[in-house]
T-cell receptor, first 113, second 111 residues
Framework: GAGVSQTPSNKVTEKGKYVELRCDPI?????LYWYRQSLGQGPEFLIY????????DSGLPNDRFFAVRPEGSVSTLKIQRTERGDSAVYLC???????????FGPGTRLTVT | GENVEQHPSTLSVQEGDSAVIKCTYS??????FPWYKQELGKRPQLIID???NVGEKKDQRIAVTLNKTAKHFSLHITETQPEDSAVYFC??????????WGAGTKLIIKP
């Protein structure tokens, strides 16, 4: 079956602009996670959803970052007033439930110039 | 919060030899311990995992061992092959379901 997909695969934006990153989880997976991975480092947790609600958003770095999952399937990560330090690969993962294996999408490489 | 350390940061082994990567964690409530493999420019892929009621799990050339008392778990790869070259991450799951990732181990297989 189809895996986790993310769009766009690459996004280049100017400092100060607004961006949206989209994640399509595996069908039927109720849990969805966003991570951020900087070059040479492990992924860093941002937020996770159980269904439509954000169960834990403790990893969001500041209030410029926001994520939604209105229908419990597709999720959008939104970044306002982007900064050069936001440049990273943004990874999305989904799992059947909170306690099961997480499967990752290919990521969106965000570059802020 | 949870602290995860992974050693070594780089490991170079001769093709056919074994490789061992160790991960230590601090959250005693952790109950799920996966290892991910990430090739350059690709997504992390789950290669093996273990849950806290099991001490060892094996899948062909890959095995994971868990010592909950000492709070560490290790990845063992035997008969290494060139395609094993990648960065490997441990990512124990904390009590709030998020994966806490180590810094990664770059495994180099020398021909």
């Amino acid at each position: 079956g189809a895996g986790v997909s993310q769009t766009p695969s690459n996004k280049v934006t100017e400092k100060g602009k607004y961006v949206e990153l989209r994640c399509d989880p595996i069908s039927g997976h109720t849990a969805l996670y966003w991570y951020r991975q900087s070059l040479g480092q492990g992924p860093e947790f941002l937020i996770y959803f159980q269904g439509t609600g954000a169960a834990d958003d403790s990893g969001l770095p500041n209030d410029r970052f926001f994520a939604v999952r209105p229908e419990g399937s597709v999720s959008t990560l939104k970044i306002q007033r982007t900064e050069r330090g936001d440049s990273a690969v943004y990874l999305c993962a989904s799992s059947l439930s909170e306690a099961t294996e997480q499967y990752f999408g290919p990521g969106t490489r965000l570059t802020v110039t | 919060g949870e602290n995860v350390e992974q050693h070594p940061s780089t490991l170079s082994v001769q093709e056919g030899d074994s490789a061992v990567i160790k991960c230590t964690y601090s959250d005693s409530a952790s109950n799920y311990f996966p290892w991910y493999k990430q090739e350059l420019g690709k997504r992390p892929q789950l290669i093996i995992d273990i849950r806290s009621n099991v001490g060892e799990k094996k899948d062909q050339r890959i095995a994971v061992t868990l010592n909950k008392t000492a709070k560490h778990f290790s990845l063992h790869i035997t008969e290494t092959q060139p395609e094993d070259s990648a960065v490997y991450f441990c990512a124990p799951r904390g009590s709030n379901y998020q994966l806490i990732w180590g810094a990664g181990t770059k495994l180099i297989i020398k021909p």
